[in-house]
């Protein structure tokens, strides 16, 4: 049986688990997807694919039976590209990294701190202190920060919301109860009444055609004008040029952006993460898709996909199954 590790997350993670994989097993690594067409024979005899994405335009994988995400998000993986009768699953073991994450940014966004530490550090300001009589900066305490999508990570960021004194409101695809820190749950179709009661609104649903586009212009302008938007879900949840206009002409108050439009590739492997200069914007936290990158996720991550490489090659029932094709 053989394992073909396709793209460089799935190299790196084939790299630090090849200890864990099964005795016998064939692996075949290739962090470049572009030697797929140069080997077609990789992906010709691989049992096992692992991987965040798979095209059409690929070589056919006839006797692929498991695809193994490196990634939670599915969407670059071409399903009717993939044979007949495969099963597709993906990995977690982010939800603490985003949910600090989150609960940073709003802390360092309503304590000022990046204004205050840069000031500091750079021209010895003690404006905004009491020793200057200066204006006191903000804090999260009785802050109502509704959360959209309340899937593993919402739950994460509602359970350490709620520590520091949050009310918690959600709003979800399909129905949930309240509890577990949330108390009360919006369908999709009612988003625009949570939407003015929020000072923070987190997005963490996956990406589906209904939540493509999600939050436009009219729904940034349900906000509070002081409220802070932290996306961490994916760029198109966000109508691009409505919250850079939105932020730009202090529609709200700011955001946290982590996941975006443009991402770089081997043309542009600094390329800005938007047509906006986001970049330019004071009230912007931009970070480039890490939310989730440490090194306990990594570790979790690595421990699941072995998990079902393994299971897959014993024939028990697999974890996070997505579809069977």
């Known amino acids: ?42 992906a010709a005899d691989a049992d096992i694919l692992v991987s965040n994405h798979w095209r059409a335009d690929y070589p056919p994988a006839p006797r692929v039976r498991l695809v193994q995400s490196v990634a939670t998000g599915i969407e670059l993986i071409d399903f009717a590209a993939l044979p007949h009768g495969v099963t597709v699953c993906n990995a977690f073991g982010h939800e603490t990294a985003i949910a600090e994450y989150i609960l940073m940014v ?5 304590h000022r701190f990046r204004e205050i530490e840069g000031d ?10 009491w020793v200057q009589s200066g204006a006191p900066h903000g804090e999260i305490l009785g802050s109502t920060v509704g959360i959209i999508g309340l899937g593993r990570v919402g739950y994460e960021v509602a359970r350490r919301a709620s520590a520091f004194g949050c009310r918690i409101i959600a709003a979800n695809r399909s129905a949930r109860e309240p509890g577990r820190g949330v108390e009360h749950i919006f369908s999709l179709s009612e988003l625009d009444q949570m939407l003015p009661e929020c000072d923070y609104v987190v997005l963490s649903t996956a990406l589906r055609p209904e939540t493509e586009g999600l939050i436009d212009a009219r729904r940034l ?31 709200i108050g700011g955001a946290a952006l982590d ?21 330019e914007l004071p009230n912007v936290i931009m970070t480039p898709h890490c939310s989730g990158w440490t090194e306990g996720m990594v570790a979790r991550r690595w ?23």
Do not use: C
């Not at 500091?120 to 202190?129: E, L, M, V």
């Not at 393994?310 to 697999?318: A, H, S, Y």
């Open 259 to 279: 996941v975006w439009w443009q991402y770089p590739n081997a043309a542009e492997p600094e390329r800005r993460p938007s047509r906006h200069p986001f970049h």
């Open 120 to 129: 500091f550090r750079a021209r010895s300001s003690w404006r905004p202190s």
């Open 1 to 42: 049986m053989k394992a073909l590790f396709l793209g460089n997350v799935a190299a790196d993670t084939a790299n630090g688990i090849l200890d864990q994989l099964p005795p016998g097993l064939n692996v075949e690594i290739l962090a470049d997807p572009q030697e797929l067409t140069r080997s077609p024979e990789a």
């Open 303 to 325: 421990a699941e996909v072995a998990g079902n490489i393994n299971r897959f090659v014993r024939g028990e029932p697999l974890q996070n199954v997505i579809i069977t094709t």
């Open 106 to 110: 709003m802390l360092v966004w309503s």
């Open 221 to 251: 302008a349900l906000m509070k004008p002081t409220a802070f938007v932290v996306n961490i879900a994916r760029g198109t949840v966000i109508d691009e040029d409505a919250i850079y206009s939105a932020l730009s002409n202090r529609i």
